[in-house]
C-alpha cells in the first residue's frame, strides 16, 4: 500500500474517537445485555471459539504434545462439549500439533513475526512464517509493528502485514494491536483500519504479554472499526479478543459487545475467537455443572 493509499484509507473513516465517551457506551451496553448472555447456549458458543493456547518459556515438545492428546480424547470423554477452535503454540511446536491432532475442525495457530515483540527483521518474520505454514498452521497470529505505528511510520506497518499475509498464502492472518501499548481510542481505531486494509483476516487485541491486556473498550472500538469496513467493503473480518480473560463473565463481556455492535452473523468461531487457556477448565465446569479440571 503506498503513502498515498494510506492517506485515502486514513480521509475515508473519522478517527476522533472519545474514549470518555466510548467508556460510557460500553458500560451502558453492558449494563443492558450482559446478564441476558450469560446461558449455556452462549457459553457453548464461546467454547466453540477458544484458541487453546500455551506460549510458555517452559513448553517444550512432550507437554505440547500431551496438551493436544488430552484435546484428542475429549470427543470421548466430553461427547456433549463442542470442540476448540484451534491450538495455539510457537511455530517451533507446529509439527508436534499436527501430527498429534485428530479432531476435525479444530485448527492450528502459530504466533509468528518475532511474536510478542515484533522486532525482528522483516526477512525473520517472513521466513518464521512461511515455515510455520509448511509445517501445518491453519491460522498465523502476529503483532503489529507497535514502535513504528506508533513514531507513525504507518508505510513499514503496512508493508510488513501485506508481506507476511502473503507469505500466509491461504491460510488466516490475525493482526495482534497490543492495545494496552496503545495511547488512546484514536490508535486503536487507526491500528485496526490499516491492519484491516493491508490484509487481516482478524484483528486480535493483545499478546497477554503486556502489563494491560485486552479491555471491553478496545474491544468496542476494534468492533466499531470492524463495522465500518465492512459497510464500505462488504468484506467481514474477525475478533480475537486474547490476554486477561480470567472468568466464564470475562467472555461473555465480549461476545456482548460483539453480538450489540456487529450483530449475530459474527457470533460464530470463523468471527469471533478467544485467545485463553485459563477459560478453558471453568467454562467446561460451567456447562458440565461440576468442577472440571481437565487441563
Not at 476522533?16 to 450469560?38: C, F, G, I, Q, R
Not at 497490543?178 to 486480535?204: H, Q, V
Request: hydrophobic share 40%; charged share 25%.
Amino acid at each position: 500500500m503506498t503513502k498515498n493509499k494510506i492517506e485515502e484509507v486514513i480521509s475515508m473513516y473519522d478517527f476522533n474517537v472519545d474514549d470518555t465517551a466510548v467508556a460510557k457506551e460500553v458500560k451502558e451496553l453492558l449494563d443492558a445485555h450482559l446478564e441476558e448472555n450469560m446461558t449455556k447456549e452462549v457459553y457453548k458458543t464461546i467454547m466453540s471459539g477458544i484458541e487453546l493456547t500455551t506460549l510458555k518459556n517452559t513448553d517444550c515438545e512432550r507437554s505440547v504434545i500431551a496438551m493436544t492428546e488430552k484435546v484428542n480424547r475429549m470427543e470421548d470423554e466430553y461427547p456433549q462439549l463442542p470442540a476448540f477452535a484451534t491450538i495455539c503454540v510457537y511455530p517451533c511446536f507446529a509439527e508436534a500439533v499436527k501430527n498429534t491432532l485428530t479432531v476435525e475442525g479444530t485448527g492450528l495457530t502459530c504466533v509468528s513475526g518475532s511474536f510478542p515483540s515484533s522486532q525482528a527483521r522483516l526477512e525473520v518474520k517472513v521466513a518464521e512464517t512461511s515455515l510455520a505454514v509448511a509445517d501445518g498452521a491453519t491460522d498465523i497470529d502476529i503483532v503489529l509493528s507497535v514502535g513504528r505505528f506508533l513514531d507513525e511510520d504507518y508505510e513499514s506497518v503496512v508493508e510488513e502485514i501485506t508481506e507476511l499475509k502473503e507469505a500466509c498464502r491461504d491460510r488466516i492472518l490475525k493482526v495482534i494491536l497490543e492495545t494496552g501499548c496503545l495511547r488512546n481510542g484514536k490508535d486503536i481505531k487507526l491500528a485496526a483500519m490499516l491492519a484491516m486494509y493491508s490484509g487481516a483476516d482478524f484483528i486480535k487485541t493483545s499478546t497477554g504479554k503486556e502489563k494491560v491486556s485486552a479491555t471491553p473498550e478496545a474491544a468496542y472500538i476494534m468492533c466499531q472499526a470492524i463495522k465500518e469496513y465492512f459497510q464500505k467493503t462488504g468484506i467481514r473480518i474477525g475478533l480475537k479478543p486474547a490476554g486477561g480473560i480470567n472468568t466464564v463473565r470475562d467472555a461473555v463481556v465480549y461476545y456482548t459487545i460483539v453480538k450489540e455492535v456487529l450483530g449475530e452473523e459474527w457470533l460464530n468461531n470463523k468471527y469471533l475467537r478467544y485467545g485463553t487457556s485459563r477459560l478453558t477448565n471453568l467454562i467446561m465446569s460451567e456447562l458440565l455443572g461440576e468442577e472440571v479440571k481437565y487441563f
